[in-house]
């Protein structure tokens, strides 16, 4: 499984480390801790006040759901091999390492660094000059870097997936345990990445609505806050629903296939009962043959064609509500200061 193996270049920042766990965590830490000690020097104890420690925690949390994810993708490439044989690999790695290369993920985390840095700037910045504007630019480009390479690599899924769904219906089975047809290990994968983009996003939120921004608060500014507060739930939604809708397609094709056949041995089993010239063991053996065919129909009318089940479904709903929670809490304090002013 070696050819399996992917490692961004984050990644390869802590391979060298004693515990590659340990690595992650301290890597994850460090960013957190950087703009934190940095911009505590530049204003003292009112980093406490203003909720510019939280932005150091979302930092740490942003980076620690990347590495997650990431393990999450590594553990996911396996599976999909063992049901792409004899092709193996060959079919979306190469699609992979081209999509999800360092460059590009360097590309999309500037992006969005820069992108927050404006966001967070049209906002008005909790301080009008100084070394305070400096750092607290440098951990919303922080911030926005990590959560956009984290955005780009949902693109890549959604990419890798498709080509292993091209490729993967003779793996389908409808009397698989899991009534996804062999695809369930899809959604778990995909139910963890889309719950660490709403954690990150929510925390997103949280600080948004808690920081004592300087701006006025004018409609579109309004319009921009609400937007980057449902933007969380957006990506988190494309995370789960748009790299499996190739598998979706694939699936009821699949389903519809296995439906037709069924049915045409179905309705041959009948004419053959139907002949007078059958011997009494010939009868029953259509006779065995035709409940057999119910009874494996009654494996394809069960299976699913999204590659969820209900544990996962159950999972997601209650990571999405606690969240939604947190969020509808920091906005009505938030809505409450605007009624005031």
Known sequence: MDDLRFLPFYERLIIRFPGYLIGKILVSTLLGLAFLVSHYVSIGNKVFEDWSWFLSVLITTAMLCLYYATHTLRTLL?????????????????????????????????????????????????????????????????????????????YGISVLISAFSRKAKHSFDFTSPDRCGGTLFLGEALIIFSSVTLIVGVMISVY?????????????????????????????????????????????????????????????????????????????????????????????????????????????????VANLFATVDSASSWMSKISIS
């Not at 921009?224 to 499996?244: E, G, Q, R």
């Not at 007078?276 to 409940?291: I, Q, V």
């Open 78 to 154: 396996p599976e999909m091999d063992v049901r792409l044989r004899p092709d193996g690999n060959e079919v979306y790695m190469a699609t992979l390492r081209r999509i999800l290369s360092d460059r590009h993920f360097v590309l999309a985390g500037f992006f969005f660094g820069l992108l927050n840095c404006g966001v967070g700037y049209s906002f008005g910045l909790p301080y009008s000059k100084g070394l305070a504007v400096v750092t607290i630019l440098s951990g919303y480009f922080l911030a926005g870097f990590v959560c956009g390479m984290a955005v780009f690599g949902i």
């Open 208 to 320: 948004i609505l808690k920081t004592p921004w300087e701006g006025d608060d004018t409609g579109w500014i309004r319009a921009l806050k609400y937007l980057w507060i449902v933007f969380p739930y957006v990506m988190s939604l494309v995370a789960l629903i748009a790299p499996v809708v190739p598998i979706n397609n694939e699936l009821r094709q699949y389903k519809m296939e296995q439906e037709a056949m069924l049915q045409d041995r179905l309705t041959e089993i009948c004419k053959c009962l139907e002949k007078n010239k059958l011997d009494a063991a010939e009868r029953r053996d259509l006779r065995e043959d035709y409940e057999f065919q119910q009874s494996i129909r009654k494996y394809l009318h069960g299976m699913r064609t999204w590659p969820y089940g209900v544990g996962e479904n159950l999972k997601y709903l209650a990571v999405f």
